[in-house]
Nanobody, 115 residues
């Protein structure tokens, strides 16, 4: 059974930083492209960052230069380092794994940035 468990969310002031983690089990982690998405209240879920199996990273324009996605295949974990946080970054953050056939989602972690 596949499990993706996000952690590291919380309340932070604008300009602060958080590091999110997503620990995966039940999948061959190194074979998966990993993603971070977020969903703010009343808005659609949006893709924030992607890291491919070979470590290529892609970012949404809104977070480029502030967020960094990384992965540790030995720990089956993907990270999202978020710096210079803004109130508009407030959302539930989800990780997703894709193995070319299936998408697997975590339960999400809340990030709240106060102004």
């Amino acid at each position: 059974q596949v499990h993706l468990v996000e952690s590291g969310g919380g309340l932070v002031q604008a300009g602060g930083a958080l590091r999110l983690s997503c620990a995966a089990s039940g999948i061959i982690f190194s074979s998966n492209t990993m993603y971070w998405y977020r969903q703010a209240p009343g808005k659609e879920r949006e893709l924030v960052a992607t890291i491919t199996r070979v470590g290529i990273t892609i970012y949404a324009d809104s977070v480029k230069g502030r967020f960094t996605i990384s992965r540790d295949n030995a720990k089956n974990t993907v990270y999202l380092q978020m710096n210079s946080l803004k109130p508009e970054d407030t959302a539930v953050y989800y990780c997703k794994a894709w193995d070319l056939r299936n998408n697997y989602w975590g339960q999400g972690t809340q990030v709240t940035v106060s102004s």
